[in-house]
């Protein structure tokens, strides 16, 4: 390089130094109030030009109420779905049941080992059952209105609102649209980052896309508002309760995805968020056909198909481990036990840990994992219903609200699963980058359960 | 009209990351460059095929995924190449299409270039127009669908647009034909010098402006008679790499004007 060039290059980046840090968006702010004022002066309109969707996008756009608008909305959509899965659980609960009855004291009438009977009813079956009658209703209400919404081109406006939050945290407003996939499947929203073109700002959205729960994670998110925060209150408010634990592990987990994305932003991917443009899509009717094949075919069978087949294994194992004895314990209580003392101070037992390990290839299978470790032995209890779950969890197993609400968070915040991480190591291709996603994601995990338990515990609760 | 021959050889800088006007297809074939800038969907596209008729060759931006279309016409003797550059929004970001666009301007030197405006939308596109005007002052503006916004009871007066702007604007249907006539005239009396150009150039900020002006006096020492100091300098203080590359291979000297022999 000759020595001018070099001057010159080395002159702009001192001087850039000496730039107020926001004079980009000073160049690009004095440009657009330049077009306005100009556009002011030459356009004369008559009558109201503006269109119906104009008149939409200033609602839902609105720079104060946009994004309450858009939280207030969401928690609409989990309260339909609580209210609504409660009635159909049960009943799914009840039939599936009384199958597994029917289906054992047919195997005893043919003279079926007791031990055959046993693994495959009350070990491999009973987890089937319970994926489905507490993951089919909810997914079954949540995903269609999920996708109407995704259909109607609501998500772009989404990204339009929550930009400024992104540039405050360093980080890309495209992310908005990544995290919005997420919610679906963290791989998916992994895979979905590539529409950020600064590798930087990808990166961040990579790392944090994990801190908004995938459709494998909402049953037990779901599941727990219902059954533990709903119990606290009156019940009429039982459902809003349910709602509010639901909608607020999400805003906990959007919270740490900018938190974290700061943090990145300022230490590892250090840099400036690049500008980009967005133009808000017309609205499209919803195509009712697409809408009940993407909800019901794409993501309610495949995820329901994807418990089962991963469920089935981690049930026969789990039997397994909770029928060896070894000395006058199980292999479940035994490996339960060594990490008891982790999972106590985090809020949560050895148990939950211990689904959470079994669990790492799908995370759909953390509730049936965790039923049959609790109920795999062969004293076990009939779970027809939610208020049979609340009897085990609660009574038997001594969990409190501490644990429901650690649980939670740790649901929201923890590890990505196998599918995820090796689409992060793919997509990055770096080992690296991969292990960040994966431990990164647990250490806030860790951390934030244990300060919350710790608090919780200095204050005087359970 | 006929198709033009596909090129036998890779142009000699097919690898280069900026791109020059000699790059182009059939060197030396035409008289006048023009460039055809704009948002998406303005109409853009629709003047272009109305120019070139059948006369155009696409392609891919050399080393990127975005389309290319140029071609060529003649009007009052003379013969032009236009380049139809990618829809963009600004010419601001880091995304492909606007690097693209924004080096074209620079690099490929365009005699003119004609800025598709959206009369429906006139604001928005006013962003794009007057960022290519701080490029470049050689502009005509096409105020585009004019119908729609007629319809819409939008009225847009494109005289006092002229003004605020400080270079000619036509009005267009681009779909009928309309006032194609009449743009074509202007670009040519704006690259023959008949029609003097006063761009409009945003104000920029006092400590901005300090640093443009610490910058532009070792650009023209470093480039003795270089075009577009300004913006250059603009760009350099954003950290645009291509720009940063073309001053570190000295490639920035393209831009010099050769003396007219």
Redesign the interface.
């Known amino acids: 390089?000759?020595p001018?060039?070099k001057?010159?290059?080395e002159?702009?980046d001192a001087?850039?130094r000496?730039?107020?840090e926001d004079?980009?968006d000073?160049?690009?702010e004095?440009?657009?109030a330049?077009?306005?004022a100009?556009?002011r002066?030459?356009?004369?309109?008559?009558?109201?030009?503006l269109s119906w969707e104009e008149r939409i996008d200033r609602i839902v756009t609105h720079p104060l109420w946009g994004l309450p608008l858009m939280v207030l909305g969401l928690a609409v959509i989990f309260w339909i779905t609580i209210v609504g899965a409660n009635y159909p659980s049960e009943l799914l609960a009840a039939v599936l049941f009384a199958i597994e009855d029917l289906g054992s004291r047919a195997f005893a009438a043919l003279h079926v080992p007791a031990i055959l009977t046993d693994f495959l009813w009350h070990g491999v079956y009973r987890g089937l059952a319970w994926v489905v009658s507490v993951m089919l209703p909810p997914m079954a209400i949540f995903f269609p209105i999920f996708t109407i919404l995704e259909d109607l081109g609501y998500l772009p406006r989404v990204a339009f609102n929550m930009d400024w939050l992104f540039k405050k945290a360093g980080a890309h407003g495209k992310q908005a649209l990544t995290m919005a996939m997420g919610f679906g499947c963290n791989a998916a929203g992994v895979v979905a980052t590539r529409i950020i073109?600064?590798p930087r700002e990808r990166l961040i959205a990579i790392l944090t896309n994990n801190f908004v729960p995938c459709n494998g994670r909402w049953p037990l998110l779901i599941m727990l508002g219902s059954l533990f925060f709903a119990a606290v209150v009156p019940p009429r408010f039982r459902s809003l309760a349910a709602t509010g634990a639901v909608l607020g592990a999400v805003l906990v987990g959007v919270f740490f995805t900018f938190l974290v994305s700061w943090l990145l932003s300022r230490t590892l991917l250090r840099g400036e968020p690049?500008?980009?443009?967005l133009?808000l899509p017309p609205y499209r009717r919803p195509n009712v056909l697409r809408i009940l094949y993407t909800s019901f075919i794409d993501r309610t069978v495949k995820i329901l198909w994807r418990a089962v087949y991963m469920a089935a294994p981690a049930g026969g194992l789990i039997w397994i481990l909770a029928n060896v004895q070894v000395g006058s314990r199980s292999l479940v209580q035994i490996l339960a036990g060594w990490l008891q003392p982790l999972g106590h101070l985090i809020g949560l037992d050895g148990m939950i840990l211990l689904a959470y390990i079994v669990a790492i290839p799908a995370n759909e299978i953390v509730i049936p994992t965790l039923i049959m470790g609790y109920t795999g032995a062969r004293t076990m209890v009939e779970l027809e219903s939610l208020e049979a779950l609340r009897h085990l969890l609660v009574d038997q197993q001594g969990w409190t609200l501490l644990t429901a609400v650690s649980l939670m968070l740790f649901a929201v915040l923890h590890n990505p699963c196998s599918t995820t991480i090796l689409t992060i190591w793919k997509e990055t291709g770096s080992k690296r980058w991969a292990a960040v996603g994966t431990f990164l994601p647990l250490a806030v995990a860790f951390a934030t359960t244990f300060v919350v338990a710790t608090l919780w515990r200095l204050l005087g609760g359970g | 009209m006929k198709l033009l021959p596909r090129p036998k050889a890779a142009p000699a800088c097919e690898t280069c990351p900026l791109f020059p006007r000699e790059w182009l297809l059939e060197e030396g074939k035409w008289d006048y460059l023009v460039a055809l800038a704009g948002n998406p969907n303005t109409g853009k596209s629709t003047i272009f095929n109305a120019l070139t008729g059948l006369r155009q060759h696409v392609g891919n931006w050399p080393g990127k995924t975005v389309a290319r279309a140029e071609g060529g016409f003649s009007f009052g003797g003379k013969r032009y190449k236009v380049v139809d550059l990618p829809g963009t929004y600004s010419l601001l970001t880091m995304s492909q299409e606007e690097e693209i666009a924004r080096d074209f301007l620079l690099f490929g030197r365009p005699d003119a270039v004609i800025v598709v405006v959206d009369a429906t939308a006139l604001e928005r596109n006013l962003n794009l127009t007057l960022q290519v005007l701080e490029i470049t002052s050689r502009v005509v503006v096409a105020l585009n669908l004019m119908d729609e916004a007629r319809r819409r009871g939008i009225r847009v007066n494109p005289r006092a647009l002229s003004r605020e702007l400080g270079v000619p604007v036509v009005p267009t249907v681009a779909r009928t034909g309309k006032g194609l006539r009449r743009l074509l005239e202007t670009v040519e009396g704006v690259i023959e010098g008949r029609i003097a150009t006063h761009p409009r150039r945003i104000p920029l900020d006092p400590e901005l402006e300090k640093a443009v002006q610490t910058l532009v006096p070792l650009l023209l020492e470093a480039f003795p008679g270089l075009p577009h100091a300004r913006w250059i300098a603009l760009r350099l203080l954003d950290g645009d790499p291509s720009i940063r590359r073309a001053v570190e291979t000295g490639e920035l000297a393209r831009l010099v004007p050769e003396p007219v022999p």
């Open positions: 390089m000759k001018e060039a001057r010159i290059l002159t702009a001087l850039r000496t730039l107020p004079f980009r000073r160049l690009v004095s440009l657009y330049e077009a306005e100009i556009t002066r030459v356009v004369h309109l008559e009558g109201d030009p073109e600064s690049s500008a980009f443009t133009e």
